[in-house]
C-alpha cells in the first residue's frame, strides 16, 4: 500500500531525528504481525470480537492461566486456535527493518507483546518477549521443555508431557498471570540505560507496561513515535504520529536512513 504525502513528510522528520540515535527502543502489538495477515488483538486480534468464546465463557477467563488449571481443555482449545492462526505465517518487512536498525545503531531493543515470535526470526537479538512464544512448550510439574514448529503435529490437546505425563502448557502470559520476572528485570535494566527515541509500533497501547516506556520518555524530552493506523491513548502524546502500516512505514523509514 502506497504511503501518504502526509506519512511520508512525518517519517522523514523521524528520520531526521533518527540520524543522533544511539540507543533506539521498539515497542511492538499485533499490528506489526498484521502484515503477515495475522489477525490483530482482541486474541491474538480480530479472533474474539464477540464477548465470549464458544462456551459463553468471556474469553479472558477462557484464556486465564486458572482456566488451564480447572479446564485445561477449554483453555488449550482457545490456545490452539490462536496458534493455528499463526501456524503458517511468516515475518514481515516490519520485522526485518527493526532486526536490520539493531545492525546499524549501537544500542536497539523491542520489547513485544506478540507470541509469534516472528522478531527474532527476522534476525533480531536484544527481544523482550514479555508475553512469551506460543512455541515454547513447558511442563507445569517437571523441567521438560520443547520448541515446536506448530501445534499440527501434537497428538493431544492438552497434551501430556513425555515424560512424567503432567500437563504440558505454552510459555505464554494467559490472563490473570503475571509477567515473568526475568523479562522484566531485563526491561527495567535497559530502561534505566534510557534511549534516546522511543517507538510504539502497531500497538493499541492498553497495558501499563506497554505505555510506560513512551510516557516516561516524553517526561524527559525523549523524541516519540507512534506507528498506527489506528488511534490509541499515545496518539496526542507522541512527537512523531504515523497513521499508516508498520511494514510500509518501516520500510520507507530504512529507504531515508540506510544510505
Not at 18 to 46: E, K, Q, W
Not at 63 to 78: F, Q
Not at 120 to 142: P, Q
Amino acid at each position: 500500500m502506497a504511503l501518504s504525502s502526509e506519512v511520508r513528510e512525518v517519517l522523514a522528520g523521524v528520520a531526521e531525528r533518527m540520524h543522533g540515535c544511539r540507543s533506539i527502543l521498539f515497542i511492538t502489538g499485533a499490528g506489526i504481525s498484521a502484515d503477515s495477515n495475522l489477525p490483530t488483538y482482541r486474541g491474538v486480534g480480530g479472533l474474539y470480537n464477540d464477548t465470549d468464546a464458544e462456551e459463553g465463557i468471556p474469553i479472558e477467563e477462557a484464556l486465564s492461566g486458572n482456566m488451564l488449571t480447572r479446564r485445561p481443555d477449554i483453555a488449550w482449545r482457545h490456545i490452539s486456535r490462536i496458534e493455528k492462526a499463526c501456524r503458517n505465517a511468516v515475518f514481515n518487512r516490519g520485522h526485518e527493518v527493526i532486526a536490520l536498525l539493531e545492525k546499524k545503531f549501537e544500542r536497539v531493543w523491542v520489547l513485544t507483546q506478540n507470541v509469534d515470535g516472528f522478531h527474532r526470526e527476522a534476525g533480531s537479538n536484544n527481544v523482550i518477549d514479555i508475553h512469551g512464544d506460543l512455541r515454547k512448550l513447558a511442563c507445569t510439574m517437571c523441567p521438560w521443555r520443547e520448541v515446536v514448529q506448530s501445534y499440527a503435529n501434537l497428538t493431544d490437546i492438552p497434551p501430556d508431557c513425555p515424560e512424567c505425563h503432567s500437563l504440558v502448557r505454552p510459555e505464554v502470559v494467559l490472563f490473570g498471570e503475571m509477567l515473568p520476572m526475568d523479562k522484566l528485570a531485563v526491561l527495567y535494566q535497559q530502561s534505566e540505560l534510557g534511549f534516546d527515541m522511543v517507538f510504539s509500533v502497531g500497538t493499541s497501547s492498553l497495558f501499563p507496561y506497554i505505555v510506560e516506556p513512551v510516557v516516561a520518555a516524553k517526561r524527559y524530552g525523549i523524541p516519540t513515535v507512534e506507528i498506527n493506523p489506528g488511534q490509541t491513548d499515545l496518539s496526542r502524546m507522541v512527537d512523531f504520529r504515523v497513521k499508516a502500516g508498520a511494514a510500509d512505514s518501516l520500510d520507507y523509514l530504512w529507504s531515508l536512513i540506510s544510505g
